[in-house]
């Protein structure tokens, strides 16, 4: 398994590590408050973490949808985040012109589901050293990310994260096949399971996607029953009023007891594959 640094812990050898934040940028005070909540758990419980949050959506259902603060506001809030907080940051990238300059500020740039077959922009992304997070398709097989890899490969940078989201299933609707985990961790990099993104219900309200997430929690637990190396959720201090994805947001008050959770499950399937 190929290990990758950030910060100050590695992906792929450690313990279970988190990527967390609001879906999207609504504003410097709440992307900031949001921040400091989830960094005084998570040191409190000693675990990994990875901020997250987008500057710009742009595969948002309808064009009237709130997006973010644009590219230049949203990356002056997360510099901000990264050098307040001393925290790796994560956010993703909907076109190649924005990689170098998004680049600047993440640890860890993601290729959205939407974008995992484009090739232009992973290998843009994979060209600048940075860790780079591929987010499974919903319309691909597992085995298929193994040629988004390649991609990445093709550049040198083999700094490389997967990440599963669910599959579409029928209209407005995903399922979780748990198979996709050992098989994408088969090629050799860490994979990373979309525990809130994977309950969403794409377009399911009309204009807007909606989600249940109160499956969250369970289907994170079974992937970290069958094995990962990380949980990606987004959250948000009122999931109800969120600007985007709050059907499926996680919401802030109940984190410590998922990760209390998720933690406990990981040492514990670790401690059978040691014995």
Do not use: W
């Amino acid at each position: 398994m190929k290990q990758i640094r950030v910060k100050d812990f590695s992906i792929g050898s450690g313990p279970l590590f988190f990527i967390m934040g609001p879906c999207v940028i609504e504003s410097e005070k709440a992307a900031l408050a949001t921040l400091d909540e989830l960094k005084r758990i998570t040191s409190d419980l000693k675990t990994p973490f990875v901020f997250k949050s987008s500057y710009d959506k742009a595969n948002r259902t309808s064009v009237k949808s709130y997006r973010g603060p644009g590219i230049k506001e949203g990356l002056r809030i997360l510099k901000k985040a990264k050098d307040e907080f001393d925290v790796p940051i994560l956010t993703d990238v909907h076109c190649k012109e924005d990689v170098a300059e998004v680049a600047e500020v993440a640890d860890i740039i993601q290729i959205p589901a939407f974008l995992c077959r484009q090739t232009d922009i992973i290998v843009e992304t994979a060209k600048t050293g940075r860790v780079i997070n591929i987010k499974k398709g919903q319309f691909i097989a597992p085995p298929d990310m193994n040629q988004s890899v390649q991609k990445a490969l093709s550049t040198g940078n083999d700094n490389i994260i997967l990440t599963e989201r669910g599959a579409s299933f029928g209209y407005n609707n995903l399922v979780v096949d748990f198979r996709s985990l050992p098989i994408m961790r088969s090629f050799g990099y860490p994979v990373v399971f979309d525990a809130t993104h994977s309950v969403q219900i794409p377009g399911g309200m009309g204009t807007c996607s909606g989600g249940d997430r109160t499956m969250a929690r369970h289907l994170a637990r079974a992937a970290v029953a069958v094995g990962v190396d990380g949980v990606f959720m987004e959250v948000h201090s009122d999931p109800d009023k969120a600007l985007c994805d709050g059907p499926n947001s996680i919401d802030l008050k109940d984190v410590k007891g998922i990760l209390e959770e998720l933690t406990g499950i990981d040492s514990l399937v670790k401690g059978f594959t040691r014995a």
